[in-house]
């Protein structure tokens, strides 16, 4: 058995890339929340009325009132996503998403957001890793690859931009 000192990992990782692949735009429906949990912080749900995906690998719809986000509002500012909804790409097929993400903003610009009022996109931080299921065919690439994606938090709505990581 070599000794890690004598055998160093090599210093060139190999580099991952990204492609778009699409964005949606959740119109955002019923908002609640239960309050203060257990475990800390707030548990909170919103709708997914409905909504449009497009771009270069997906193009379509989101089908209205087929789930939401069940949130976790964290003492420190963070929001833990956890949504779950159903797509339907123009051919008809249709996806099962769920996307899991965080976003982050200091004190000051949660408490704008909370409020609903405009805030850039450079002010805080959203991340999401969504999974999905899908018959085979067309679109179970989304099956086989990792996407990533970053979003934008409106009043009304939220947009979500999707990378294949390469």
């Known amino acids: 058995m070599s000794d890690i000192t004598s055998n160093p990992l090599p210093m060139n990782p190999p580099q991952l890339g990204l492609e778009f692949a699409f964005r949606i735009r959740l119109e955002l429906g019923i908002r609640k929340k239960i309050g203060k949990i ?7 749900f919103v709708s997914a009325a409905g909504g449009i995906v497009d771009g270069p690998r997906l193009t379509g719809r989101v089908v209205p009132n087929s789930g939401g986000d069940w ?3 964290r003492e420190d500012h963070t929001v ?31 408490r704008r957001q909370e409020a609903l009022e405009p805030v850039d996109f450079s002010e805080y931080y959203m991340r999401l890793s969504p999974t999905f299921d899908t018959p085979v065919g067309k679109h179970d690439w989304l099956t086989r690859h990792v996407i990533v994606g970053c979003g934008e938090r409106h009043a009304e709505y939220s947009v979500f931009h999707y990378y294949i990581v390469k």
Do not use: K, Q
Not at 38 to 44: A, D, E, L, M, Y
């Open 38 to 44: 257990p475990s800390g912080g707030v548990r909170g």
């Open 71 to 73: 949130a976790l509002y």
């Open 80 to 110: 833990m996503f956890h949504a779950h909804y159903m797509l339907e790409a123009d051919d008809g097929t249709m996806i099962y998403m769920r996307n899991n993400g965080y976003r982050y903003a200091p004190p000051e610009v949660a």
